[in-house]
C-alpha cells in the first residue's frame, strides 16, 4: 500500500509539471499579469475530486446551531470555546461574547474575546440567558489543549454550563455520540442516554444527529435513540432549556 501511494503521488506531480508547462505556454500568447516561475511552485495533489469534501460534523453542527440562534433570536450570545468559524460569522448578525482556554487573538466588532477555564466559569449563577458549549467538553480534561488532567473534567463543565444558565435561557451543546469511551487523548464518546443523564435538571427542546454516514445522509433531526446509540462516531446536538 505504501508503495502504490508513492507511485500515486509521483504521478500527480508528473501531472502538475504538465500543466504547469501548458500554463506557461499560454502565459507567452497573452498579456503577461503575474510572475510565473516553477520555484515558487505550492502543488496541491489531492483536490481534484467529483465531489467537495467536507469534515460533517463541523458543516453540520455549526449549521443547526445557526438555526436555532436565528428561532431564539437573543440579544446577545455566549459561546464557549466552540469552533471558532462559528461565533465569528455570528456575530455578523448577533453580538458575540466568545471564551477560551486558550483565547483567539481575534479582533471583530460585535465580538468580544475572552479567557475561560470552563471547570470554573466566572458568570454568576443563573445569569447567562443564550450559552453554546459545541463540539468541547469531550476534550475536557485529557491534556490535549494544555488543560489538567482530570477523569470527570468533563463533568465539571458540564455541570458549570448548567450552573450559569438563567431560568428559561437556552444552550446548545454538542458532542461525539456513540458507544461510550474515551480516544485518549483526542475526544470522549457518549451515549445518548449519558447526555440525558448529565443534564437532567435541563428539558430537552431540540435535538439533531449528525451520524457515521452524514456525507450522504446529512443531519437528521429528532431521530429514534436506538440510531444514536449505534453510532461509531457521529456527533449529538442538544438544543436545551432550563
Known amino acids: 500500500m505504501l508503495i502504490l501511494n508513492k507511485i500515486k503521488t509521483v504521478q500527480k506531480k508528473i501531472v502538475v509539471k504538465k500543466e504547469y508547462n501548458l500554463l506557461k505556454k499560454l502565459a507567452s500568447q497573452t498579456k503577461e499579469r503575474f510572475t510565473l516561475n516553477w520555484a515558487d511552485r505550492y502543488p496541491c495533489l489531492d483536490d481534484k475530486t467529483a465531489f467537495t469534501g467536507f469534515d460533517t460534523h463541523y458543516v453540520y453542527h455549526t449549521a443547526w446551531a445557526a438555526r436555532v440562534l436565528k428561532k431564539i433570536n437573543p440579544a446577545f450570545h455566549v459561546d464557549i470555546s466552540s469552533y471558532l468559524y462559528f461565533s465569528t ?4 448578525f448577533i453580538p458575540v461574547r466568545f471564551y477560551d482556554y486558550r483565547p483567539a487573538n481575534v479582533k471583530l466588532d460585535n465580538m468580544s474575546i475572552h479567557t475561560a477555564d470552563l471547570t470554573n466559569l466566572l458568570f454568576e449563577d443563573n445569569t447567562v440567558e ?26 465539571k463543565a ?76 457521529a456527533c449529538g446536538c442538544f438544543w436545551f432549556k432550563k
Do not use: W
Open 130 to 155: 443564550s450559552l453554546s458549549c459545541m463540539h468541547v467538553v469531550e476534550h475536557i480534561g485529557l491534556g490535549r489543549y494544555g488543560d489538567p488532567i482530570d477523569y470527570d473534567g468533563d463533568l
Open 158 to 233: 458540564i455541570s458549570e454550563l448548567i450552573r450559569v444558565l438563567k431560568p428559561g435561557g437556552n444552550l446548545l451543546f454538542v458532542v461525539p455520540v456513540g458507544k461510550p469511551k474515551i480516544m485518549f487523548n483526542a475526544h470522549r464518546i457518549y451515549s445518548f442516554e449519558q447526555i440525558l443523564d448529565y443534564f437532567s435538571e435541563l428539558s430537552l427542546t431540540e435535538y439533531a444527529l449528525i451520524p457515521d454516514n452524514a456525507y450522504e445522509a446529512g443531519i437528521l433531526n429528532n431521530v429514534e435513540r436506538e440510531i444514536m446509540e449505534n453510532q461509531k462516531y
Open 89 to 92: 460569522i455570528l456575530s455578523a
